[in-house]
């Protein structure tokens, strides 16, 4: 009985001793698993939760104070929420926005003109968002978010659901905002090509711990021990006894492709070319994706049984 | 102040998108009111009285039409489950990330949601009314008249910070449906919508007329059925403007609270 008035709650700690700077104009990414605590990382920078301890500053403010100054510098968009309104056009709500950022005219026109000529959705602007598809409708969720010329933009999965194409294309429009506007971006996305093709600096959590702070290529330098070799031998060359090469993870008609250890690449290659004809070869790191899921698997297994564990929650962050 | 003008503006795009429906809807409204009317005749001839409630039956159907004008005003449909289902699914995050007042931001769209209903009713209103004729008081005298409206407006806000008051709920709990439920049916018997508050018992009746409740609807409607003298309008006015701050004053207490406690839940 007692339950029902009293109910007990398992404390469970999102994040814990995450502790980063990011400079002005950095387009930063940030992977983890689901339920890594990214998006409560996100959440806090801006201003929707507040850590139990810590602090945050982000241009000079604490994000849960939710100064008007703070929320009129940044955006948040997720891209599993809406902010349009679903029965009007987009321009209603981007009117609104207008107004409630207090965005001058001039601003407001060019801005509006160059994204939705940028993203290609200058002639859906008038239609009820309801009746958009998933890809135009994150588009111009997009551009409602930039509206305010915000200086931080946090972008939780701004391509989730998409296909290829919108997702190349929401890519485009973000790296060359960025570029030309110096806005600082955090992102988060399931989809390596959005951080390779983004981010120069990567940053990994797993239950809610900073694991990785670097560019991505060191991620790759850390976490993969081995390279992928391909081979083409000529016609009715191929050797009979390919694991005497190395690991052999595919063959592919006369297309071989073995794992090597990093260190052993330059050596075993240097010998399999002087051993046998080959046609072509190519060394290549694992994909992207092998690797982060190898990081994670590494993350879960040193990290302690009752984790996330025991030290401070600290999201220190701040910028100059 | 402009924001919320635009909020307003937008607001009443997004309500003509339904405007048929809206039509419609109106005039389905009022279908309820034949069946009490026909309910208080029997009632009347049964109980062979002229006057029910200090009513007689004249007044009685008047009174039924005149709830259909302070509930025009009164009524928030949805504002607390709306509210509540902005905090438990996260609709809440945006507004908390722009710069904009959440409370501010529903009543410019509450004002909008009312004008567009004043402005569609209208014609139904004026057509259900002088069908009735027969049974209502002549025109008011200007005084009144112009305590009437203030007393329409007063119900409004009212209204709105009882039903903003009661969304706040989802704060604290995560599945508020079966209360709300239970919460408008009894604002629903409170104030006076279902029946005269003066057919209660005295005693119950009573400390019923000092809920808020009362003067969301059924004072305002004696008002208009000019039954209440100059000096007991005045009194009405005074008790729902004290109720008015009273509610919001706790409205926004409860939202920085609750805002406090979904921060800290996770947003």
Known sequence: MKALFRRRYKQVRAVDGIDFDIEPGEMVGFLGPNGAGKTTTLKILGGLIYPTEGTVRVLDFVPWERRNAYRRQFALLMGQKNQLWWDLPAAESFRLHKEIYAIEDRQFDRVQGELSELLQVSDLLNQPVRELSLGERMKLELIAALLHSPRILFLDEPTIGLDVVAQASIRRCLREYNQQNQVTILLTSHYMQDIAALCDRVMVIHQGRLIHDGPLRDIVDRFSDYKLVTLKFPEGSMPDRLEALGEVVKVDGPTVTLRLPREAVAERAGRLLSRYAVSDISVQDPPIEEVISRMYAEAARLAPQDSPATGPVAARRSRT | ?267
């Open chain 2, 1 to 267: 102040m402009s924001k919320y003008w635009v909020v307003f503006r937008v607001a009443l795009a997004e309500r003509l998108v339904y405007r048929a429906d809206f039509f419609i809807a109106t005039f389905l409204r009022f279908i309820p009111i034949i069946t009490t009317i026909l309910l208080w005749r029997a009632i009347y001839d049964g109980a062979d009285r002229t006057e029910v409630g200090g009513l007689a039956y004249r007044q009685m159907v008047s009174y039924y039409l005149f709830v259909m004008i302070s509930r025009a005003f009164g009524s928030m449909p949805r504002l607390a489950t709306d509210i509540s289902a902005d905090i438990r699914d996260g609709g809440l995050r945006k507004y908390l990330l722009q710069p904009i007042d959440y409370l501010a931001y529903h009543l410019a769209l509450r004002v909008a949601h009312k004008l567009i209903y004043f402005v569609m009713a209208a014609a139904p209103y004026a057509v259900v009314f002088w069908l009735c004729r027969r049974f209502l008081p002549g025109w008011p005298a200007g005084e009144t008249l112009g305590l009437s409206v203030i007393a329409l407006v007063l119900a409004f806000l009212l209204g709105f910070a009882i039903n903003g008051l009661i969304g706040m709920l989802g704060f604290w709990f995560l599945e508020v449906g079966s209360f709300l439920h239970v919460f408008m049916t009894a604002q629903y018997f409170l104030s006076g919508h279902m029946f005269p508050l003066s057919l209660l018992p005295e005693q119950v009746g009573q400390v019923v007329t000092y809920l808020p409740f009362a003067y969301e609807t059924y004072y305002p409607t004696l008002i208009l059925l000019q039954r209440l003298d100059p000096g007991e309008m005045v009194r009405v006015i005074l008790v729902q403007l004290v109720w008015v701050v009273v509610l919001a004053a706790a409205t926004r207490i409860a939202w920085s609270r609750g805002l406090r406690r979904y921060a800290a839940f996770g947003g």
